[in-house]
């Protein structure tokens, strides 16, 4: 049975920082479930059947956790006691807000026109951000410890992810 | 029970402690049974050697008649002769936009729709038990014994209530579930296993009745869904239905009968079925009514009729590529699964669209009962020392939760792995508030209105406080299966609060209770016999499981311990020997209850042992 008192850093045996080694997460992520997996346990007994769903759940909820930068940089926030997502302060800094809009406006603009190229350059430009922001919240979190700091970030990325999700679902919209 | 021995002197007896387990495919169409023996997975034909079991069930006066039996009836008896019952399981009538096109006498009622038969109303749920029965007592005389259990599949786009009616139709044919298992998927444990693959594939698997599009990842042993799309009503039906609508139009006849429709219907197959190795299939009917059909389907038409059908199925196909953020370029290779993919059209669409021949050198109406059989072989406890893979699934649409204004806010994403399970806190709106109404959905849709309604709870006992205050936590949890659970918790008070839940299409567990005793009634079985028989499988099971446990990792218990297991073991062993079934039941409860901190430990060990694996494997990767 897993250590549910484990933060989930501690459960991959990965250490607890923004950037570590994804290759080492995945392979950690699958001995686990070797070690888990309902399937491994249903021929077995009923509280075996139990604890093997439960811990399952957890080392699935954990790797999602941790493969998620976004979510990932919220969790690591969260175990320092700061809710870097939470719905009562979800304040942006002004010139990022301005500089989204007027992107969500183009996006928007481009998805009326069936404009792909608009949009496929929309999409790159999204992604160099989260890129940008990727790094930034590396050096916030990892090197500086600079958690105010950070915590804007985590918000900025989640806004551009947003966007960029956003922007793939349309362009398959027009494919479709 | 009498069971037909079928005694096979050049095959090795089964190794002592082994357990009979099947996988089935429940299809729109055909069914089938497979089991693993000697190490190789095989259908397993019925009397006759024919390997596929029609889905087709016919209520007479005085029996019910399953397969080839009842498909000879099909036209002179439409009303009472049930295709396709896979595309009503967990559905209500107004979900149906196309109940017209079926010649049942439907009865309206909240919830699942039902079928009145001549002997009497009939749940889809019933209708599909019949098939399942026929199959488990297929599979019971083939391989000499009861069985421990079996790996049923379901379309991988199937949502809860078609999962629990699928799980529910098998408990009702005295089948031991081991686990609903995603047809794609299905089909690639039997073509991964077979070829030793590796990297990322497309299982493209069009049914009779539903069509699948899944993206996993082979590596290692490890079968990894990333993603999954579909559609539940599209699938074979359809273009037969197209094919159809083309004769009638060409030939310029109106409304015609439910039994000529069938008539056609099967005309259609027919063609269609021609068409996969000649250019032409010549169509010739004559109506009850006298008329005279007469025309010649070439491949050209059947293309240009069904191509919407065709791009239906492409769309999917995009779909899920981006939920798996890849492009048609990073798939190594597309198993084409079902009848329906025989077809030359379908084939060369999706070679076209992914660039490279579709894989096929596994039947296509046989690939998904292999891979389930091997699955259930696994699953009770027959694996094998090479086979160490490991599956792990995903939910196909997303659950959520209705909020104000009627909107799906989401609690668990599709394409989350399984098992999962998540929790969402709630309060209370209003001072001194004790209940509250909770409304589970499932889809993508942001209106409730849009998405399925899976259950309403209402949470009871909640500690009267001011509004605001209470806390409730309700955790949705979804199993390996796919089913979705949900339970309550106040925070502050620790108080747990009631569940009622009303599944909106499933069944209720009464409902469940009642028809399990209808139908050992109406069965030629004896029930009490039966019942006896289970418990000892049951016992013997939880006697195994424990012996091998003991054998494996004994050392982790103390002499005390040790000796109250090893007590409780006798007492499951005495009685099994005897007729109680319903002490034999209670021992086997108390052995299981004796082994919990045992279980417990040896879980702690085993994830101990996987970690030290890992650091090995990551060594390797660098």
Redesign the interface.
Known sequence: MIDFSQDYFALFGLPRRYRFDGAQLDAAYRALQRGVHPDRYAAAGETERRLALQSSARVNEAYRALKDPVSRAQYLLSLQGIDALAETDTALRPEFLQQQLARREEIAEAQVECDTAKLGSLLDAARQDIAALDVELAERLDTDNDLAAARDKVRELRFVTKVATDIEAALGEIEA | MALLQIAEPELPAPPHGR?LAVGIDLGTTNSLVATVRNGIPVVLPDAEGRPLLPSIVRYRDDGVDVGYPAQAALVADPQNTIVSVKRLMGRGLADLSDARRFPYRFIDVPGMVQIETRAGRRTPVEVSADILRTLRLRAEAALGGALAGAVVTVPAYFDDAQRQATKDSARLAGLNV??LLNEPTAAAIAYGLDNAAEGTYAVYDLGGGTFDLSILKLS?G?FEVLATAGDTALGGDDFDHRIYCWMLETSQVGPVSPSDTRLLMLKAREAKENLTAHSTAPIVATLSTGETIQATLGVATLTAISANLVAKTL?QV??AL?DARLEPRDVKGVVMVGGATRMPQVQKAVAEFFGAPPLNNLDPDQVVALGAAI?AN????NRAHDE?W???DVIPLSLGLETMGGLSEKVIGRN???????AQEFTTFKDGQTAMAIHVVQGEREKVEDCRSLARFELRGIPPLVAGAARIRVTF?V??DGLLSVSAREQTTGVEASIAVKPSYGLADGDIARMIEDSQRHAAEDMASRALAEARIEAE??V???RS?LAADGDLLGADERTAIEAAMATVQRLAAGADRHALSAATAA??KA??GF??K???R??R???A???V??LA?Q
């Not at chain 2, 696994?378 to 406890?381: F, I, Q, S």
């Not at chain 2, 989350?416 to 998540?422: G, K, L, M, N």
């Open positions: 357990r081991l686990r290692r490890v769309g995009r779909k981006r699955q696994v699953l009770a406890g160490d490991l599956l792990l989350a792995t399984i098992p999962v399970s998540r949890q199993d390996a099971r939880v195994d499981a424990t446990a052995l299981n082994t919990e279980a417990e040896r879980m702690d085993s994830v042992h996987a970690l694996g890992r650091s494997d990551s990767d």
